[in-house]
């Protein structure tokens, strides 16, 4: 009778298959580790501490008695896809019993949970350190308050378009909420400029501040965040708040000398004269920069940003028709290879010459939006024959999905 061959279980024991699966840096490759057998299933849904989890009751459940030692969940929705009910306010009743210990939540475009699963998230969540809700749109002052009072070391709060909260929830984190870092307001209309200033009493160190769209914010209330978090602020969002000016960027050359990404595109009055004072303070740092639609900008302050911006990597110029071909002849006598991946330039002045100066000196572009620039289209391009990087997409037309996933990505 033939000896059967020996299995590697009988020679392995748990802490030595633990050490293999450590070695697994790949989420794939830790995955097909727990297809080997049961013993090995059950040794890698222990160790597991991220997931992410498509929407249904049934299998939330059992993915959350498989995996209890997580520490990062996402249950995130597709914007573009409408799943009913999707992730309810129950789902986060077993979230809260299951996992304890969870750390980072992301329930983003979450349309059917409301101020009670946020209750249940406060309640049961007391290690949470990122949440993001945004486009949760049944989410309350009331909803937060718990949050805030249960989960008093969290550092990351993301609410883009909740556009019932107020200022008293800004409140509510001040009084709780020490540790914040990064707070996301986009399209949050009913925020004010009293509530950043409520705001600016309590955490010192935020990191990343996001209030695009909210139109009742202005100078005021992003001056107190600035005075009081400036060396700490990396990334700067404003779109579109049309009450910002000059003032919030002349603080933000003064105070913030790590500044990373700055959003001021659709703030109409700011000018020359600030933007330069930021790049001169902190251009050396900034990665992304959008800018579309300052209809007062011209070549003096964009030349400023590329002979000094030696890290920049996306820029967005859209609609400033000021600009022309004087701001990119700095490229030829830079001192340095320029890092430009993403240029959005629709509307602007610029010609021929200048889209073959950007050719020339930015080896790295992945994406250059030329929609309705006057000077071009898209025959004389081709006849130009200019040649971008392989692989670098020349928009002349694109849809609004793409400069959407542009604008995720970069800005």
Not at 134 to 146: E, M, P, Q, V, Y
Not at 286 to 300: A, H, Q, V
Not at 316 to 332: A, E, N, P, W
Not at 359 to 369: L, Q, R, V, W
Request: proline share 3%.
């Amino acid at each position: 009778m033939e000896e059967s061959a020996p299995c590697i279980n009988d020679f392995l024991t748990d802490d030595e298959l633990l050490t293999i699966l450590s070695k697994l840096e790949r989420q794939d490759e830790k995955d097909w580790f727990g297809l080997v057998c049961k013993r090995w299933c059950k040794i890698q849904s222990a160790e597991r501490r991220r997931l992410c989890v498509p929407p249904g009751p049934a299998r939330l459940r059992r993915l959350l008695a498989r995996f209890s030692r997580l520490t990062h969940l996402d249950m995130s929705q597709s914007l573009s896809r409408s799943f009913y009910p999707g992730v309810t306010d129950s789902d986060l009743d077993s979230v809260a019993d299951s996992v304890p210990h969870l750390r980072l939540l992301h329930l983003k475009n979450c349309k059917a949970i409301s101020d009670a699963g946020l209750a249940a998230i406060g309640n049961g969540l007391p290690s949470l350190e990122s949440l993001d809700v945004s486009n949760c749109r049944k989410l309350t002052d009331k909803g937060f308050a718990a949050v805030a009072s249960g989960c008093r070391n969290l550092r990351s709060l993301y609410l883009t378009g909740c556009r019932l909260v107020t200022d008293s929830l800004l409140q509510t984190l001040f009084e709780n909420c020490l540790k914040l870092e990064e707070l996301g307001l986009a399209s949050c209309f009913k925020i004010t400029d009293s509530g950043l200033t409520h705001l600016s009493e309590g955490p010192r160190n935020i990191r990343t501040i996001d209030v695009s769209k909210c139109t009742n914010v202005g100078d005021l209330g992003v001056g107190k965040i600035i005075s009081t978090s400036g060396e700490s602020l990396v990334s700067v969002k404003l779109l579109d708040c049309s009450k910002v000016t000059d003032v919030t960027v002349f603080a933000l050359a003064k105070s913030c000398p790590n500044l990373e990404v700055l959003v001021i595109g659709g703030c109409s009055d700011v000018t020359d004269e600030s933007l330069r004072a930021v790049i001169s303070s902190c251009g050396k740092n900034i990665r992304s920069l959008r800018l579309n639609s300052c209809e007062k900008l011209t070549d003096l302050s964009l030349n400023s940003v590329i002979s000094n911006c030696e890290n920049l990597v996306a820029l967005d110029i859209g609609c400033c028709d000021k600009v022309t071909d004087i701001t990119f002849k700095t490229l030829i006598t830079n001192d340095f290879v320029s890092k430009l991946k993403v240029l959005k330039a629709s509307r602007v002045g610029f010609t021929l010459m200048g889209v073959h100066i950007i050719s020339e000196f930015c080896k790295g572009m992945e994406y250059i939006d030329l929609r309705s620039c006057p000077h071009i289209s898209r025959f004389v391009y081709d006849i130009a024959d200019i040649r971008f990087p392989r692989g670098c997409k020349v928009n002349f037309d694109s849809t609004l999905s793409d400069t959407e996933t542009m604008d995720e990505m970069y800005f």
